[in-house]
């Protein structure tokens, strides 16, 4: 690994601070570090800066009197093992897509023959923005990969997806990608169930919860990086869908469970959907009217049990795991559930926390028939990332 090369990109916005890390992990690992500063980067970080980490001069003009002399943007995109774009833009995404050839950064990156891996960064809503969903799937149908984004709080005030993946988690892509070794779940299926159901009482109203699912989505996406090829059931939620993960979306319990065995065989399954425990036995077929006679009687009937029914199955997947969240006694209730479902592991969690349900930060505690393993609290991505790492050591 000693003798690898990075060519880093860096891009203009505020996560272009956390490249000084990343530069000072790849060189800490032996990987020769080639640094291009754009225009817009270096209103973040300061050349000076970067080449001290990197510990190579810092590469910013097309039109260089001395390194042009030598067609320095030819030689800078082929003397890399890897060109690594981070924090990858918009603009910088729209101008790869697309071909443009501009500056140095985009010249680069349209002249190099060597694989190249992105970790974007952006505002939210430019990040779900169509031309930037666009330009996303033009990228990776180019062979183009990708590293993140997380969600989470924005430097801009706003949270969602777009936040830049932490420099530990770049810099795991980048030895990923340099090893070319097979991706650890490679082969192996997944099903990832996610978000809330929501069960009909009328055409209009519905019985549903708080669930965000952004942690199962966040486990489909992490499941993906190591190779796995991913179901993911979604209940009604506005999270986009990871790359590379299969998404079926439904809303009742029922159609959940029917999507799952949809898709067995499996080798994994993990239930993280907040599915409703009770559906109203009868769906009034017209909305429910005040008639001054008080409230409406909703008699209610259990819903399937999902996690039980995958755990019980003649397909059972190898390893079943099932999240618990809870208000009180978290880890009685979770080792009680794993008894009673049949599972392999129990995620469990304390939802009573402010932030955790629809939150981007989450607290865990691992139950197994071998005892608890207990999590500090981390973005929901990184929780992600841990759990799949753990499920991947399984198979090994």
Same mark, same amino acid.
């Given at each position: 690994?000693?003798?690898?090369?990075?060519?880093?990109?860096?891009?203009?916005?505020?996560?272009?601070?956390?490249?000084?890390?990343?530069?000072?992990?790849?060189?800490?690992?032996?990987?020769?570090?080639?640094?291009?500063?754009?225009?817009?980067?270096?209103?973040?970080?300061t050349?000076?800066?970067?080449?001290?980490l990197?510990?190579?001069?810092v590469?910013?003009?097309?039109?260089?009197?001395?390194?042009?002399a030598?067609?320095?943007?030819?030689?800078?995109?082929?003397?890399?093992?890897?060109?690594?774009?981070?924090?990858?833009?918009?603009?910088?995404?729209?101008?790869?897509?697309?071909g443009?050839?501009?500056?140095?950064a985009?010249t680069?990156?349209?002249?190099?023959?060597?694989?190249v891996?992105?970790?974007?960064?952006?505002?939210?809503?430019?990040?779900?923005?169509?031309?930037?969903?666009r330009?996303l799937?033009t990228?990776?149908?180019?062979?183009v990969t990708?590293?993140?984004p997380?969600?989470?709080a924005?430097?801009?005030?706003?949270? *969602?997806? /777009?936040?830049?993946?932490?420099?530990?988690?770049?810099?795991?892509? !980048? &030895?990923a990608? %340099? #090893?070319g070794?097979?991706?650890?779940?490679?082969?192996?299926?997944?099903?990832?169930?996610?978000?809330?159901?929501?069960?009909?009482?009328?055409?209009?109203?519905?019985?549903?919860?708080?669930?965000s699912?952004?942690?199962?989505?966040?486990?489909a996406?992490?499941?993906?990086?190591?190779?796995c090829?991913?179901?993911?059931?979604?209940?009604?939620?506005?999270?986009?869908?990871?790359?590379?993960?299969?998404?079926?979306?439904?809303?009742?319990?029922?159609?959940?469970?029917?999507?799952?065995?949809?898709?067995?065989?499996?080798?994994?399954?993990v239930?993280?959907?907040?599915?409703?425990?009770?559906?109203?036995?009868?769906v009034a077929?017209?909305?429910?009217?005040?008639? *001054?006679? /008080?409230?409406?009687?909703?008699?209610?009937?259990?819903?399937?049990? !999902? &996690?039980?029914? %995958? #755990?019980?199955s003649?397909?059972?997947?190898?390893?079943?795991?099932g999240?618990?969240?809870?208000?009180?006694?978290?880890?009685?209730?979770?080792?009680?559930?794993?008894?009673?479902?049949?599972?392999?592991?129990i995620?469990?969690?304390d939802?009573?926390?402010?932030?955790?349900?629809?939150?981007?930060?989450?607290?865990?505690?691992?139950?197994?028939?071998?005892?608890?393993?207990?999590?500090?609290?981390?973005?929901?991505?990184?929780?992600?990332?841990?759990l799949?790492?753990?499920?991947?050591?399984?198979f090994?």
């Amino acid at each position: 690994m000693s003798e690898k090369r990075i060519l880093l990109i860096v891009g203009g916005g505020i996560a272009a601070y956390k490249t000084l890390e990343l530069t000072r992990l790849l060189r800490k690992a032996g990987i020769v570090v080639r640094p291009i500063l754009t225009k817009a980067g270096a209103e973040f970080v300061t050349p000076l800066s970067l080449s001290a980490l990197a510990e190579d001069k810092v590469y910013s003009e097309l039109f260089s009197l001395t390194d042009e002399a030598e067609m320095g943007h030819i030689e800078l995109s082929r003397s890399a093992d890897l060109v690594v774009v981070a924090p990858a833009t918009a603009d910088l995404m729209a101008k790869a897509a697309n071909g443009l050839a501009g500056d140095l950064a985009s010249t680069t990156l349209l002249a190099t023959d060597k694989p190249v891996l992105m970790a974007p960064a952006m505002n939210v809503r430019m990040w779900e923005h169509p031309a930037t969903q666009r330009n996303l799937k033009t990228l990776q149908g180019d062979g183009v990969t990708f590293v993140g984004p997380d969600e989470g709080a924005m430097a801009c005030g706003e949270f *969602g997806a /777009g936040r830049m993946a932490e420099p530990q988690a770049i810099f795991e892509a !980048i &030895l990923a990608a %340099l #090893s070319g070794a097979p991706k650890p779940l490679a082969g192996r299926r997944a099903i990832v169930t996610a978000g809330p159901t929501a069960e009909p009482v009328d055409p209009v109203r519905v019985l549903t919860n708080r669930s965000s699912g952004k942690q199962g989505f966040a486990i489909a996406a992490a499941l993906a990086e190591l190779g796995c090829e991913v179901t993911l059931v979604a209940g009604p939620v506005s999270v986009p869908t990871p790359k590379g993960v299969r998404r079926v979306d439904v809303e009742t319990a029922r159609e959940m469970l029917a999507a799952c065995e949809a898709a067995l065989p499996a080798d994994i399954a993990v239930c993280v959907a907040a599915v409703s425990d009770w559906r109203p036995e009868h769906v009034a077929a017209t909305k429910t009217k005040k008639t *001054g006679d /008080g409230p409406p009687v909703l008699t209610l009937v259990e819903n399937p049990d !999902i &996690l039980a029914t %995958l #755990s019980r199955s003649a397909a059972r997947p190898k390893l079943v795991v099932g999240f618990a969240a809870e208000t009180h006694e978290v880890e009685a209730y979770a080792q009680g559930k794993l008894t009673r479902k049949g599972c392999d592991w129990i995620v469990a969690n304390d939802v009573s926390i402010a932030g955790t349900m629809g939150g981007d930060d989450n607290a865990v505690a691992i139950v197994t028939a071998g005892g608890i393993e207990r999590w500090d609290r981390a973005p929901k991505a990184e929780v992600a990332r841990r759990l799949a790492q753990r499920m991947a050591k399984e198979f090994s």
